[in-house]
T-cell receptor
Framework: AQTVTQSQPEMSVQEAETVTLSCTYD???????LFWYKQPPSRQMILVIR??????QNATENRFSVNFQKAAKSFSLKISDSQLGDAAMYFCAYRTETSGSRLTFGEGTQLTVNP | DGGITQSPKYLFRKEGQNVTLSCEQN?????MYWYRQDPGQGLRLIYYSQIVNDFQKGDIAEGYSVSREKKESFPLTVTSAQKNPTAFYLC?????????????FGPGTRLTVL
């Protein structure tokens, strides 16, 4: 079965500091796409960043970047210069070529940002 | 504004009743999805549709039904056969149903069974 594991149910960070959220996944396929979604208290799911598995370069979006280690099947999210608005539940997810429309999600990491 | 709308935001249902959750998008996306979220868990796929008049079961389709008569709309009916329907329901859409496409989510509906 294809799975996504987020081993940190909760994390906290001081405002302006850097935090890294972990994610590992298990798939036998070589072509897939990885995502980090953010879910603030409003419950709306917001795309943070995506990574194509065939790209060696790690994706970045402003203060958000990933460390993609394909051999280790690891896809961590780094948030730099943390802001109070970053506080949310963060979900790691992926889709494979054979799964088509199916997104497989991890159980999430609750991030708290302390002022 | 382009986006995905879900209604109602909160929904209460009595045991034995069917209820329908609305999902509309004006993004001209072909594919639409329904997910269920339980406390402390990630999202699980209920149903998805890649084209009008066609849809497929996801991982937890039992007790749910959908229709896709229009490109813009993908309503979800929670039937009385769903044993534990209290949850947060999220609708999503993507340009097509390909694995390369990013899914965008609506604001969700909180369903509570009384």
């Amino acid at each position: 079965a294809q799975t996504v594991t987020q081993s940190q149910p909760e994390m906290s960070v001081q405002e302006a500091e850097t935090v890294t959220l972990s994610c590992t996944y298990d798939t036998s396929e070589s072509d897939y796409y990885l995502f980090w979604y953010k879910q603030p208290p409003s419950r709306q799911m917001i795309l943070v960043i995506r990574q194509e598995a065939y790209k060696q370069q790690n994706a970045t979006e402003n203060r958000f970047s990933v460390n993609f280690q394909k051999a280790a099947k690891s896809f961590s999210l780094k948030i730099s210069d943390s802001q109070l608005g970053d506080a949310a539940m963060y979900f790691c997810a992926y889709r494979t070529e054979t799964s088509g429309s199916r997104l497989t999600f991890g159980e999430g990491t609750q991030l708290t940002v302390n002022p | 504004d382009g986006g995905i709308t879900q209604s109602p935001k909160y929904l209460f249902r009595k045991e034995g009743q069917n209820v329908t959750l609305s999902c509309e998008q004006n993004l001209n996306h072909d594919a639409m999805y329904w997910y269920r979220q339980d406390p402390g868990q990630g999202l699980r796929l209920i149903y998805y549709s890649q084209i009008v008049n066609d849809f497929q079961k996801g991982d937890i389709a039992e007790g749910y039904s959908v229709s896709r008569e229009k490109k813009e709309s993908f309503p979800l009916t929670v039937t009385s056969a769903q044993k534990n329907p209290t949850a947060f329901y999220l609708c999503a859409s993507s340009r097509r149903g390909a694995s390369t496409d990013t899914q965008y989510f609506g604001p969700g509906t909180r369903l509570t069974v009384l």
